[in-house]
């Protein structure tokens, strides 16, 4: 296989280095070296007065402690009731607008323009706008509720109950459209002469949707649903704005806690750890996206 | 006929319906512009009425002259237009060597940069902010600017915008006498420029509304961006709810006026590669 290379591919070859050198310089030092320090830094502790080379190693000493620590444990539980809500709700909604937008409607570039709006939007900016729209004494959230009859419209992001609800409320109505806009240019892939085929049978809407539409795009959709997931165990912002991962515990998620320990409490070995159950979460959903996409391929 | 009469008829109920879902979609952009022309007194009242009863300005002005907006609003531009920039410059000659040239170690390294793609970004905060720290960068622009311009994402996407250019164009450059760069420059950069144009929205977007990045690198007010600062205006408001809509409609309006006019190419390309998080 070893040939010597000709003076042509060695003059290729500089220019490859040449042209992949500034950004691979910054991404060695951005996004390479920054993972090896979080690696490392579950593992030890960080004195910040020494700096990185008063870093000690103590084993999984930071792992054992999050066992410990309500936050965590309150945080890691929040997650998950966030991403098994948010998924399912938000994938199914973004499924039957995609299966509505892919029928021949008018004003289709309008409707869709119009649903993926809040996507592109500053989530700072939509939080403010959620914050007030959900103001427990006079928001126009709880005045629809009043008018319709409900006794006594929740306290939302005040109430521990109700704040991860508003959260979930606000997750779907953001991604809705993101999510929509995938799946609307998986389904329009699916071969016209399959539904023209069952049309001829007699199927209604419904039975196409399930079994030709949800079929057809079962690659897209189960790629849609493991970013889904992913993204879920990325919120930070609005809880950030919003609640604080408050009140008490009751909206604090993984990244929320990660940063608190690292910028408000100067735990940078819990924040490691805590930033390692993260990325492996990460790591095995990705994993599963990269297996199933082999076997979801069915054309 | 009367079938076709019928489908109609359908189509019509169902473009009503979906409108009518759409508008609810679009709910809080609208409650948030007619609270922003409100007087604060207003605010509250229900039934909440969409067309303020009298039309109050004076939160734009309060919006544009009492605390640090217009500053906020030419720190977000700054960092936008450096981090487009940058990123289009170092991201398309990255794109431009993997995509066409040979160069041994190319697979292993791209192996390790698709690997790095799957880091969450949340992960990377605080060695970034050790590393800034002994850099001397933390509390200025540069630690928002050189993290946008090193993103992973961008070379996937321009990546695959120039591997789709026929191969017999860069030959015939080659021919010429062209060598790489001009070759890169004036055969590859003009075919690939809606790739280009994809990348310029979607790195603008992401750098407009970037939050977490500028809450943990930035310190100092004065150079707090607009999804920073939004959130300090937010808090010293308090409850001024009017003043605060007139700030968020500030914020979200040149994002909102980008995806506007570029809608379809925008829908196009996330519909194509997703955009990054």
Known sequence: MKHKLTAAEREEEVAGYLFLLPNFLGTCLLIFLPIFITLTMGFSQYNIVKGLSGMKFVGLKNFASLIYNERFLAALKNNIVYTFTTVPLTVGCALLLAAILNKSIYGKEIARAMFFMPYVSSMVAISVVFNVLFYPNGGPVNGILSALGVKNPPGWFIDKDWAMVGLIIMAIWYQCGYYMIILLAGMQNVPQSRYEAAELDGANAWQKFIHMTVPGISPTLFFVIVIATINSFKVFDQINIITKGGPGYATTVLVYEIYRNAFTEYNFGVASAIAWVLLLIVVLLTALQWKGQKKWVNY | ?277
């Open chain 2, 1 to 277: 006929m009367t079938s076709l009469h019928k489908q109609e008829t359908k189509k019509w109920i169902v473009t009503v319906l979906i409108f009518l879902l759409a508008l609810l979609f679009i709910f809080p952009f609208i409650w948030m512009i007619s609270t922003s022309f409100k007087y604060e007194i207003d605010v509250m009242e229900f039934p909440f009425r969409l067309i303020p009863k009298n039309v109050n300005t004076s939160n734009y002005v309060t919006v544009w002259t009492k605390g640090n907006f217009p500053l906020y609003y030419r720190n977000s531009l700054f960092v936008t237009v450096l981090t487009v920039l940058g990123d289009l410059c170092l991201t398309s000659m990255a794109a431009y060597a993997f995509a066409r040239l040979r160069f041994r170690g190319k697979n292993l390294i791209f192996s390790c940069y698709l690997a790095a793609m799957m880091v969450p970004t949340q992960v990377l905060l605080l060695p970034k902010y050790i590393i800034f720290g002994k850099l001397g960068i933390n509390n200025t622009h540069a630690a928002l600017i050189l993290p946008g311009i090193c993103s992973i994402f961008s070379i996937f996407l321009l990546r695959q915008f120039f591997m789709s250019i026929p191969y017999d164009l860069s030959e015939a450059a080659k021919v010429d006498g062209a060598g790489y760069f001009r070759t890169f420059a004036q055969v590859i950069l003009p075919l690939a420029h809606p790739g280009l144009v994809t990348l310029i929205l979607i790195s603008s977007i992401w750098s407009w509304n970037d939050y977490i990045n500028p809450l943990i690198f930035l310190s100092n007010d004065k150079l707090f961006t607009l999804t920073v600062g939004l959130q300090r205006f937010q808090e010293s408001n308090g409850t001024n709810y009017a003043v605060i809509m007139a700030g968020a409609v500030c914020a979200v309006l040149p994002v909102i006026f980008l995806f506007l006019v570029f809608q379809k190419q925008l829908v196009a390309s996330i519909a194509s590669s997703g955009i990054k998080g």
